[in-house]
């Protein structure tokens, strides 16, 4: 009997590390450096936040997204859900302990994908925590539909040179190297004409135009850059894969990615559910605790349920990716962790809002950048509505249709059948009486 909720002891005892650590030393770097963590550490950041990373690699978990065989040192992803829903309470977090996205995601394309020299250059220096890293796929005229690309990149004797628009691509400002898709074959079909090339940010014709800012950020000021790429001229060894494989990698790409999310989802949940108790313990209104209001305790009970499937849900599927090793087999669940997380992350951090009353609704707490956060997850990574239509074609797959007249679950059609199956029993007992 396989079926396990249990944590190994040892693994348990990292756990109980991280948490520890994250809610003393790494949660008050989201006070002092708010939203600052793709921003190279200047010294007086580095003597803080060194150290931690330091600590973080004593313990052996450091960048535990990849594991051995693709250069880190991860123990795979049942292990790294269950260090990410402790991540996922700050901001900081995951830059401390290496394993912050995208750069996760880029590193994990260059580990399949990569040349030994793409690895020395890319991987390596991603894997350490010295280096961001931007993914450069959405367009200002395309974003969940990728076979309406438009930017191209065509041969110039051993050089490509890429021309186009890319948007939101997050992080470029301090990213040292983009990975761009584009197209390089518009005679096939898109999932053979696209391929992605590993471009320093610094290369000339790389040209940020603006970077997006998300609703509450100053114009300009944002992270997501709109790039006009304008003759950017690279090597032949700048394609990663092999030319037409970009949709094969990006799947790789997105599959990691979108799952690393969720499990960092549950983390922020838990934090909003820990803030709704604590205010309905303390709260009190017309005679009572707010926690004796039945309102109130449906709000804790159906967050409570809310996260508790999901948490379930996506360690499942991180379960189901270390077993099969393959995220097309597991795209189903992926999927479907995608879809589901904006709603639950919403919906707790709606109703914990809520418990708060107006002081929810500030900026001197964290509850109303959350629910921003769930409307941003229901887009960044695919939308909702794309990963919906996956999730139902794999569903479908296992299905078939019937010509016959009637549903097969048919009642009058049920019986006669069952009937007819225990035809001779019916016909013995009807004589015994
Ligand atoms: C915070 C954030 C970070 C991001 N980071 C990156 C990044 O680093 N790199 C990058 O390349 N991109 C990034 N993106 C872009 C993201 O991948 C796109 O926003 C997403 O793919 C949707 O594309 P779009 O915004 O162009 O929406 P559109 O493609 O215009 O879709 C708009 C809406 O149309 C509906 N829709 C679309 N397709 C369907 C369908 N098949 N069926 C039903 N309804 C549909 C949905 O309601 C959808 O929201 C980021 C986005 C956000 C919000």
């Given at each position: 009997m396989a079926w396990d909720f249990e944590t190994d002891p040892e693994y348990q005892k990292k756990l109980d590390w991280a948490d520890e650590f994250v809610r003393e030393?790494?949660?008050?770097l989201d006070y002092v450096f708010p939203h600052m963590q793709f921003t190279p550490l200047d010294d007086s950041a580095r003597k803080i936040i060194d150290p931690l990373k330091d600590e973080v690699r004593r313990q052996g978990l450091w960048a535990t997204h990849l594991g051995p065989e693709l250069g880190g040192q991860g123990f795979g992803q049942l292990k790294l859900a269950l260090l990410n829903e402790i991540l996922g309470r700050s901001q900081w977090a995951s830059n401390v302990f290496g394993t912050q996205a995208p750069d996760t995601g880029n590193a994990e394309i260059i580990a399949h994908y990569g040349t030994p020299e793409q690895k020395a250059k890319y991987l390596q220096p991603l894997l350490d925590g010295e280096m961001f890293s931007s993914y450069s796929m959405t367009e200002p005229h395309a974003g969940?539909?990728?076979?309406?690309?438009?930017?191209r990149a065509f041969k110039d004797g051993d050089e490509w040179v890429i021309n186009g628009w890319k948007y939101f691509s997050s992080n470029a400002k301090t990213a040292s190297f983009l990975i761009v898709m584009v197209v390089?074959?518009?005679?096939?079909s898109p999932y053979k004409g696209m391929s992605m090339f590993l471009v320093?940010?610094?290369?000339?014709?790389?040209?940020?135009v603006r970077n997006v800012g998300l609703s509450g950020e100053r114009l300009n000021e944002g992270s997501h850059a709109l790039i006009h790429y304008e003759d950017v001229r690279v090597p032949e060894?700048?394609?990663?894969?092999?030319?037409?494989q970009a949709f094969v990698i990006a799947q790789t790409r997105l599959g990691g990615g979108r799952i690393h999310h969720a499990m960092r989802t549950i983390g922020m949940a838990q934090k909003a559910i820990d803030m709704m108790c604590e205010r309905a313990l303390s709260r009190e209104t017309q005679g009572s605790?707010?926690?004796?209001k039945q309102f109130v305790q449906g709000y804790i009970a159906d967050s409570y349920a809310q996260l508790v499937q999901f948490r379930l849900f996506v360690l499942y599927t991180a379960w189901e990716i270390d077993k099969y090793n393959d995220y097309k087999r597991v795209r189903k669940d992926i999927a479907t962790a995608k879809v589901v997380m904006p709603t639950v992350l919403h919906d707790i951090a709606w109703r914990a809002m809520q418990v708060h009353g107006a002081l929810g609704t500030t900026n001197e707490m964290p509850l109303f950048g959350m629910i921003h956060g769930a409307a941003v997850m229901g887009l960044a990574d695919g939308p909702t509505e794309v990963h919906k239509v996956t999730v139902a074609r794999q569903v479908l797959r296992d299905y078939r249709g019937t010509d016959a007249m009637w549903p097969t679950a048919w009642i009058p059609g049920k019986i006669d059948a069952a009937k007819a199956k225990f035809a001779d029993l019916l016909e013995l007992e009807v004589g015994n009486l």
């Open positions: 030393e790494v949660e008050p969940a539909d990728p076979t309406m690309f438009k930017t390089t074959n518009p005679d096939v320093p940010t610094d290369t000339p014709g790389v040209n940020i060894d700048a394609l990663l894969g092999g030319e037409g605790l707010l926690a004796d």
